[in-house]
């Protein structure tokens, strides 16, 4: 079971940019999908979710207007649309899974079965 986010890189403040995660070894398409971020020196920050069928997201105070969570089942793949990126953005992004559907728990970590590695976001001032 695998998920490999991608995307990352360097960019410019105001600037954007779309991260993917693909999931391998197993079906993710009832799957809750997340998005969190972690900066250096800091913890682990929840940044989006949806619902297996896309009919429900949910972001972070910090995110809203400005990042979009999206999916395609039938490529087992998730995506993160970044716009007017901010330096406070810059963190190392993982994408997370979980079968249990959409809960209380969502926006924690520990509420996630399935981590992917991470991939680097540094927004330039």
């Known amino acids: 079971v695998q998920l490999q986010a991608c995307g990352g890189g360097l960019v410019q403040a105001g600037g954007s940019l779309r991260l993917s995660c693909a999931a391998s070894?197993?079906?993710?398409?009832?799957?809750?999908m997340g998005w969190f971020r972690q900066a250096p020196g800091k913890g682990r920050e929840f940044v989006a979710a949806?619902?297996?069928?896309?009919?429900?997201?949910t972001y972070a105070d910090s995110v809203k207007g400005r990042f979009t969570i999206s999916r395609e089942n039938a490529k087992n793949t998730v995506y993160l649309q970044m716009n007017s990126l901010k330096p406070e953005d810059t963190a190392v992004y993982s994408c997370?899974?979980?079968?249990?559907?959409?809960?209380?728990?969502?926006?924690?970590?520990?509420?996630?079965?399935?981590w992917g590695q991470g991939t680097l976001v540094t927004v330039s001032s």
């Open positions: 997370a899974a979980t079968p249990k559907g959409l809960g209380a728990g969502v926006r924690l970590a520990p509420y996630y079965d399935y």
């Open positions: 070894g197993r079906t993710f398409s009832r799957d809750v």
């Open positions: 949806i619902s297996w069928s896309g009919g429900y997201t």
